[in-house]
């Protein structure tokens, strides 16, 4: 099973400020990574998910992340946020031959005006 | 109509209390799940079901049961309630055909409270 690692469990942004969240995982030959996000009271919603293709994947609300297969990354990314982007954020990894997906400890990124 | 529905949502119950927590999905999913999300731990899986007579134990499941009732149906059982079992449960349903990547399709959560 893959091992995930969020390097920041928070993350304070001020609005219209970029953010960058980031996600590694445990090497493997072929995976499918996954962003959620968690807003607060709520279920986890996919934001994004890298299957295969370019390694710049565009998602919901205006984020997107990089696939780094040599660093074995997945970095979220969004270049201006706003106050309704306060939630928590999960990376999720998936082997391709192992149908379940083990996530990160989440990062909680909270937005000031 | 939401695609998975949990209940209830929220439970307070007292130490040594059998509870069930029950998942249904609209999705036509073959695949469901359940995990417990802990603050700083993310999301662990603590049972999950290929189809109605494969049920797999996962990451946590001690003190856990479950049964796949249908497709469409799974629940979660805690047979003698303990203080840290406190937690957020979530369930969850994946696709079996081929080329659906195990994107997995999340339920709003049962926020579970033993004392």
């Known amino acids: 099973a893959q091992s995930v690692t969020q390097l920041d469990s928070q993350v304070p942004v001020f609005e219209e400020a970029p953010v960058e969240l980031r996600c590694n995982y445990s090497?493997?030959?072929?995976?499918?990574l996954f962003w959620y996000v968690q807003y607060p009271n709520q279920g986890l919603q996919l934001l994004l998910k890298y299957l295969s293709g370019s390694t710049l994947v565009k998602g919901i609300n205006g984020f997107e992340a990089e696939f780094n297969k040599s660093q074995t990354s997945f970095h979220l990314r969004k270049p201006s946020v706003h106050i309704s982007d306060t939630a928590e954020y999960f990376c999720?990894?998936?082997?391709?031959?192992?149908?379940?997906?083990?996530f990160g400890a989440g990062t909680t990124v909270t937005v000031r005006a | 109509d939401a695609d998975v529905t949990q209940t209830p949502r929220n439970r307070i119950t007292k130490t040594g209390k059998r509870i069930m927590l029950e998942c249904s999905q609209t999705?036509?999913?073959?695949?469901m799940y359940w995990y417990r999300q802990d603050p700083g731990l993310g999301l662990r899986l603590i049972y999950y079901?290929?189809?109605?007579?494969?049920?797999n134990k996962g990451e946590i499941s001690d003190g856990y049961s479950v049964s796949r009732q249908a497709q469409a149906k799974f629940s979660l059982s805690l047979e003698s309630a303990i203080p840290n079992q406190t937690a957020l449960y979530f369930c969850?349903?994946?696709?079996?055909?081929?080329?659906?990547?195990?994107?997995?399709?999340f339920g709003p959560g049962t926020r579970l409270t033993v004392l």
């Open positions: 969850a349903t994946s696709d079996l055909r081929a080329g659906a990547y195990n994107e997995q399709f």
């Open positions: 079901s290929f189809d109605v007579k494969d049920i």
């Open positions: 999720a990894v998936s082997d391709s031959d192992d149908y379940k997906l083990s």
């Open positions: 090497s493997s030959v072929s995976v499918y």
């Open positions: 999705k036509g999913h073959d695949r």
